[in-house]
């Protein structure tokens, strides 16, 4: 067997293409989804060197088109749950003593599949399953899990090559990262194609064997990551993907004894339940389970007295209404003072008067649907409370319609209540609402941002007065795990700026740092004396003279 101390390629940041008019790229992304749209997929669940067809067929359609039918996932129950986890537990002594530069080859290529031939594909089908317009899928199905796999494989190898000083002549210590002992249990979410990604390729990358079980909503872009997996060279077994309701599946990964680790993105309740259940059940396996979540988030901006306007309402626009506000980093409740309301209210609706809404093939169209009927109604009950109370006023927006695709008007609320309903509760679609406070009331306002959400997830300040960002970079250290001075809350980059929340917003493993991938494994520590004492006496033992 070949022995080396390997170097892997320095990953960059994957560049984002523009798709302007006339482009390449575009033109192959527009033929992408005709092609996609023109016929209908039949997605069977990946358990091990199984393709499970059980002819439950559930259909899967656009979000902004939802009479259309792009192909049906076939859906399973407790036993296929039971099979997954059989399947990573048969795989994973093959996985785990597989030299790591050997994993870090498979995840490289996946990386360049994604990056090259399979990239208008993912797109494509982010754009048709998640209903993104190309940048938002550009971004995130394309680049960031680009990064994900690059940027992990090179903290993976930071990983393993850290190792413990020498302690003295005749002794050698060493230190291990051995993988979780037992399966992991990826539960993803429905908005990033990438954290789909991520979730199980992380600790499969440290050598853990995986069973995935993604949103129902973001199935048909999971099959195409599934088909890049196989392609790179991921074994049978390593990751198992299935497609079974949460409870079903959470009854029986919960109760497994090799259950080793949970990687999660998606509600702050559905978390909170799994963290009380494992609780519960914590005498039923073999180890503590590592749980890694990133939850729910009510972001802020906050604006100083001294901040631009323009710049203010750019970051609102973009940080609230882009993916229709359906990223866990999206601007919700916002914070402005009195003194540069009136501007930044009118540059916020002149921008607003300008979005087009409709489906994604349309590259014009700004805003797209919302993820499905669910989802529709709730935002829209926000909504309507809004209309019917006293204490808000609906300045932008406020209408939507079902009756084609999920199509929300991106709605700005003005409430005189800094506690109103839609400042404190997470709505996660296209609803921004503002505050005006007292321009000569700042530190207040602090106060008001720190205290009137559970979340601590992403937050802004607006200032271009230095000590102003500086003490509310300080008054919100906790209320924020990603914060952004004179930027909006969101656009995270793998590799610089690792993204996570605490308080009710998760545990802030950070996805897209070294912090993340050291969860996935269990380091052991070696020493080893190369001459054996042949005595037990010390000599403090001797006899005094």
Known sequence: MLKGFFKVPEPINEPVL????????????????????GKEVDVPMYIGSDEVRTGNKVPMSPPHDHQHILGYFH????????????????????????????????????????????RAKINAATMLGQSKNAYQAEIDAACEIVDFLRFNVKYMTEIYSQQPPISGNGVW?????????????????FNFTAIAGNLPTAPAMMGNTVVWKPAYTQIYSAQVLMEVFREAGVPDGVINLVFVDGPSA????????????????????????????????????????????????????????????????????????????QKCSAASRAYIPSNIWDDVREF??????????GGTEDFSNFINAVIDEKAFDKISSYITEAKNSDMAEIIAGGNFDKSK???????????????????????????????VYNAEHFEEALELVDKTSPYALTGA?????????????????????????NDKPTGAVVGQQPFGGSRASGTNDKAGAMINMLRWVSPRTIKETFISPTDYRYPFLGEDK
């Open 18 to 37: 523009n798709y302007a008019p006339g482009s390449p790229e575009r033109e192959k992304l527009q033929a992408t989804l005709k092609e996609l749209r």
């Open 75 to 118: 859906e399973g129950d407790k036993s296929h749950v039971e099979q997954a986890i059989n399947a990573a537990l048969g795989a994973k002594e093959a996985w785990e003593m597989l030299e790591w530069e050997q994993r870090a080859a498979i995840f490289l290529k996946a990386a360049d599949l994604l990056a090259g031939p399979y």
């Open 173 to 189: 210590n060493r230190l291990e990262q051995r993988p979780l002992e037992g399966f992991i249990f990826a539960l993803t979410p």
């Open 250 to 325: 959470g009854e029986v990964v919960f109760n497994h004894p090799d259950f080793a680790g949970i990687h999660f993105t998606g509600s702050t309740g559905v978390f909170q339940t799994i963290w009380k259940t494992i609780g519960t059940n914590i005498h039923k396996y073999k180890s503590y389970p590592r749980i890694v979540g990133e939850t729910g988030g009510k972001d802020f901006v906050i604006a100083h007295k001294s901040a631009h306007a323009k710049q203010v309402a750019t970051g609102l626009s973009r940080g609230a209404f882009e993916f229709q506000g």
């Open 348 to 357: 916020l609706l002149e921008d607003l008067k300008t979005f087009k809404m």
């Open 405 to 435: 695709g999920y199509f929300i008007e991106p709605t700005v609320i003005l409430t005189k209540d800094p506690m109103f309903k839609t400042m404190e509760e997470e709505i996660f679609g296209p609803v921004l609402t503002i505050y």
């Open 461 to 485: 300040i607006f200032s271009q007065d230095r000590y102003a960002a500086a003490l509310a970079t300080k008054r919100l250290r906790n209320a924020a795990g990603n914060f952004y001075i």
